[in-house]
């Protein structure tokens, strides 16, 4: 299926619109990121994700109401689908079978 | 939509309220996609303005750009298509491109040919460019280049002709300018090669050919980065030097040579230098290269500054002036004469010195292509090749430019239609016009990026080829950019411009109707017109090839007078020099050994030593009016060579006066002198360089120097203390035994020294490199432009014959053999290029002369040289055509006529 797959930016986002919930907005989730990230993000390249996703249907989205910081202009809120949820513990248990087939000793750090 | 309503009612208020960059602001609102602007820009802001909380205004602002410069991507910026500009014209101009590309799918044959015919012709030329770009480029790295002027000396004769020229001088000139022209001259710098002295650094030992004594100002005047070092100090004291980066690695690898001690040895004595810089390697486009900058003052020491203000002979020296800003050179030119008479005083016969000596000056980036005096640091480059260069890569770009020219138009009744169509729905001219010189720019688009890749592919094989080391990555980008960017639209232009204005000249009704064109008669003979040029320049190249290695051939085949066969040449020094009876007899006793000697010049080299003197001419002396070059050489030396003597002896060595007072003449000089037969100069008295005696013999002239001088009056004498070079003559067949004998016996008799020896037969041959380099050259191009013209006349015959295919089908039925319908159609090409070769032939004729003329001794241009070019060109065009008419003349008519 074309588009199903989740890059690993737009999984960082997926989770992040979930963790702000209600708030779930495109400054706010960059704000997000970068601080449980601990990397820098353009809003543009943000946008470019929320679209994606918004075209895959793991988000769906909303206007949200004006304020004055924001000259006026409205925000657009996100909202993760059912699909987007289904698509997140899917990705997370795959993750967690590989992580559970690697021996332990394989994470010893070797000089 | 207009910007101001999208902008918000707030963008005003947000304006007086130190809102973000209202540029950037307005940028964004133009670029950004409708349904994305109101939120988008609305989290801008809203980021600025915490920014501002946080950082201050300054810091919000660079963070408001970079996001909005980040912006800049598919998914936030607007389709065109909601753009509100014509979208008619859009469509109009993707549908051009449609069809064109359409076009070029369908007739991929000819596309093929089309853009394979223009890539090749644009990477010659763009590869052609690049050269003469670094070419002209030479030595204009120097911060002070425009100012920066070498001075070198020339000799007059008596008649005011000149003798000789050297781009040195002599050791004086250069701080006596500096002092009698002080505040005319800024500076003077003198550099001198240090004669490839053996350097060392504990067990590494290299011989340095490119070591340079140089003024410690050196580095005020030429622009030479001095990566470590100070470059005010750097060669101010006494036995110090500047290593080059490279040669610092090839004797102190990692190590920091700065401050260490390097020691050289040269003329029997052996210094420690303190390394006092490095310096980057020589530039590439620099006329002469350093490996290794030592201080002046060392030698200036070592020879006393006074001893070395008196050598007047020594021209050894570079000397490069540096003129202030704005200075006319022409002023300092005018009182040079003045200068000489100044110092050089009066000539023995009482005229002002001035009038035999000459110093000139020459602009120092001039010097790399436009200096070809008789001694230069290292070989340079020749103007007149790079013109050579540029006419045949105009020549190739021509013959691809005929190409889309005459298969655009030939295909014309394919578009006819289509024009048709056009005009009926209403496309002016203009508009037609400039879809097929769009057409033909996409075509030369395409073969551009074919043509860059062509370049990366040859670059290797051409820097081997010009003993360049051109890298595409390190050339100035700009310049490349515009390179290809004007090669690929002054192609288009002028290829597409004709097909545009005979395509869009159709008559809809006419076309539609499907008549034949009119006035097509008249384009065949325009196409069959270019087809001709086409050939002629192909067939041009093919005989300069032809004639170029004619002469290389005569030059190299000629009799020199002499035997060049098997002559080994081996360098000396002053302890083989004082032991040279020992030596000689020690060499004498191998089987593999005829002959040995010694002289101060061999042939093949340049005869650049020469004295004044007199001769007893009709029973007086005279002064001799010309340059006579001397060679010192011991007794053996004429005899080693098998030199004819036309009168009179050799050297005796049984006769010690033949060492202080015997002179042998070759013919050159005795003509010159005005004895009229060699018989007649036995005898008379001869003083030359201040040493006074007898003619004993007359040689018959000889080529000493290559075939590129003439031949030059010589004497020679015995030498005293000037036989740098020693000759020694290998019995054939014993050349390999003999060799690693004498690498034995050299590199005990040269302790330190690698062996190092040449033979007079391979440095004649050597001479001829320019030439066979460009023999080598026009032949790759010639065979490129033939082979585009081959392209074109196939895309052009096939052509032709699909559309004869009924006319061959019907002589067929009416009875045409398959031999006469295959003469027919051959002959109609055939005659293209034989016009071709009828064109060529004289015209190549005159300008091949012109470039013999510059040979004292040229081959005569054979006839055979114009019939075999001529019937390569034809045999290369029937084999082009031969195929695709045979096909067509053993098709079956039947097949061609049934028209359902």
């Known amino acids: 299926m074309k588009g199903t797959y989740l890059g690993e930016f737009q999984e960082v986002v997926l989770l992040s619109v979930l963790i702000l919930g209600e708030e779930a907005y495109g400054v706010r989730i960059q704000e997000e990121i970068q601080h449980e990230m601990k990397r820098v993000i353009s809003r543009g390249a943000l946008h470019t994700a929320l679209t994606r996703l918004v075209e895959k249907g793991f988000l769906t989205s909303k206007m949200g109401e004006a304020t004055r910081e924001r000259g006026g202009r409205r925000k657009r809120l996100y909202l993760v689908t059912n699909l987007g949820k289904d698509t997140l513990r899917e990705v997370r248990l795959l993750r967690q079978q590989l992580w559970q087939k690697v021996p332990g000793w394989a994470l010893n750090i070797t000089i | ?900």
Not at chain 2, 42 to 57: Q, R, V
Not at chain 2, 63 to 70: A, D, G, P, Q
Not at chain 2, 401 to 418: G, P, Y
Not at chain 2, 766 to 780: M, N, P, R
Request: charged content about 20%; hydrophobic content about 40%.
């Open chain 2, 1 to 900: 939509m207009a910007e101001s309503t999208r902008l918000g009612p707030e963008y005003y208020y947000m304006k007086q309220r130190n809102g973000p960059p209202e540029l950037l602001t307005k940028y964004f609102a133009w670029f950004c996609a409708d349904e994305y602007y109101e939120e988008l820009q609305g989290d801008l802001e809203e980021s600025y303005y915490k920014n501002i909380k946080i950082y201050g205004t300054k810091k919000a602002c660079n963070l408001y750009r970079k996001e909005v410069i980040l912006m800049l991507r598919p998914s936030v910026i607007r389709k065109v298509k909601n753009h509100t500009i014509n979208s008619n014209n859009i469509d109009m101009i993707s549908n051009y491109f449609k069809i064109a590309i359409r076009t070029m799918l369908t007739q991929k044959m000819y596309s093929f040919i089309n853009i394979l015919g223009l890539a090749i012709g644009m990477a010659a030329t763009i590869l052609i460019s690049i050269y003469i770009h670094h070419e002209l480029s030479y030595d204009r790295y120097h911060e002070k280049s425009d100012r920066i002027y070498r001075l070198s000396r020339e000799w007059l004769n008596e008649n005011g002709e000149s003798n000789l020229h050297l781009g040195h001088v002599a050791p004086p000139f250069g701080p006596l300018i500096a002092n009698d022209f002080e505040g005319e001259v800024e500076q003077v710098v003198r550099l001198l090669t240090g004669g490839g002295p053996l350097m060392q650094n504990g067990d590494k030992k290299f011989e340095e050919e490119r070591l340079f004594f140089a003024e410690g100002n050196v580095f005020e005047i030429f622009s030479w980065k001095l990566l470590k070092g100070d470059r005010k100090t750097a060669l101010t004291e006494p036995n110090t030097i500047v290593l080059s980066e490279s040669s610092a690695r090839k004797y102190f690898e990692e190590e920091d040579p700065l401050g260490k001690m390097i020691t050289y040895n040269n003329f029997g004595m052996s210094q420690e230098m303190k390394i006092t810089g490095i310096i980057e390697d020589t530039p590439q486009n620099s006329h002469f290269r350093y490996d290794m900058l030592a201080s002046f003052v060392t030698v200036e020491n070592f020879m006393g500054r006074e001893v070395m203000m008196r050598r007047w002979g020594s021209n050894n020296y570079s000397t490069f002036l540096l003129f202030p800003e704005g200075y006319n050179v022409t002023n300092f030119e005018t009182q040079l004469p003045g200068f000489i008479d100044k110092h050089l005083g009066e000539n023995s016969n009482g005229q002002p010195a001035s009038t035999t000596n000459k110093l000139h000056l020459m602009p120092l980036a001039d010097i790399h292509l436009h200096s070809h005096l008789d001694s230069e640091i290292e070989a340079n480059g020749d103007i007149k090749y790079i013109y050579a260069y540029i006419i045949i890569a105009l020549f190739i770009l021509v013959i691809a430019c005929i190409n889309f020219m005459n298969l655009s138009t030939a295909r014309s009744m394919k578009r006819a239609k289509e024009v048709g169509v056009r005009k009926v729905m209403g496309a002016n001219r203009s508009s037609l016009i400039w879809q097929f010189v769009a057409e033909s720019i996409l075509v030369a688009l395409i073969s551009s990026l074919l043509a860059i890749g062509l370049v990366i592919m040859v670059l290797p094989w051409f820097n081997n080829f010009a003993d360049k080391e051109l890298v595409l990555q390190t050339m100035d980008l700009s310049f490349l950019a515009m390179l290809v960017l004007a090669v690929t639209l002054i192609v288009g232009l002028i290829a597409g411009s004709y097909p545009a204005f005979f395509l869009s000249a159709f008559q809809p009704a006419k076309v539609l109707k499907g008549s034949k064109l009119t006035g097509a008669g008249k384009k065949v003979n325009l196409r069959s017109a270019l087809v001709v040029f086409q050939f002629f320049i192909s067939i041009c190249l093919i005989i300069g090839v032809g004639i170029i290695g004619d002469q290389i051939d005569y030059m190299k085949t000629k009799a020199l007078g002499f035997d060049k066969e098997n002559m080994v040449v081996l360098p000396s020094n002053d302890e083989i020099y004082n032991n040279f009876q020992v030596v000689k007899d020690r060499l004498a006793k191998q089987p593999g050994i005829a002959e040995v000697t010694l002289t101060s010049r061999v042939p093949s080299g340049r005869l650049l030593d020469s004295q004044g003197g007199t001769a007893e001419v009709d029973g007086e002396m005279k002064q001799i009016g010309f340059r006579i070059a001397d060679v010192h050489v011991d007794h053996n030396y004429l005899n080693t060579l098998s030199v004819q003597f036309l009168a009179g002896r050799n050297f005796d060595p049984e006769l010690s006066s033949d060492s202080s007072e015997a002179f042998i003449l070759n013919k050159a000089a005795v003509d010159g002198l005005g004895w009229r037969t060699p018989e007649e100069a036995i005898g008379k008295k001869f003083n030359y360089g201040g040493r006074k005696g007898y003619v004993i013999g007359v040689t018959d002239n000889f080529h000493f120097e290559s075939l590129h001088q003439n031949i030059a009056p010589i004497v020679f004498v015995v030498t005293q203390g000037r036989g740098n070079n020693i000759i020694v003559k290998v019995k054939e067949g014993y050349e390999q035994q003999t060799l690693s004998y004498l690498e034995e016996e050299w590199t005990h008799l040269r302790p330190g020294y690698l062996f190092d020896y040449y033979t007079i037969g391979e440095r004649f041959n050597e001479q001829y490199q320019a030439e066979e380099k460009l023999g080598e050259l026009i032949t790759y191009f010639s065979g490129l432009a033939i082979f585009i013209a081959m392209l074109g006349l196939y895309g052009l015959s096939s052509f032709t014959i699909e559309q004869s295919t009924k006319e061959i089908g019907i002589r067929k039925v009416l009875g045409a053999s398959v031999n006469s319908v295959m003469y027919m159609f051959t002959k109609r090409f055939a005659i293209l290029v034989i016009i071709g070769i009828a064109l060529a032939a004289p015209v190549s004729y005159y300008g091949m002369q012109e470039w013999l003329e510059a040979f004292p001794y040229k081959t005569t241009m054979q006839p055979l040289t114009f019939i075999i070019g001529g019937l390569l060109a034809l045999v290369f065009a029937i084999m082009t055509v031969g195929a695709e008419i045979m096909k067509a003349a053993v098709s079956n008519p039947v097949d061609t006529l049934r028209s359902e």
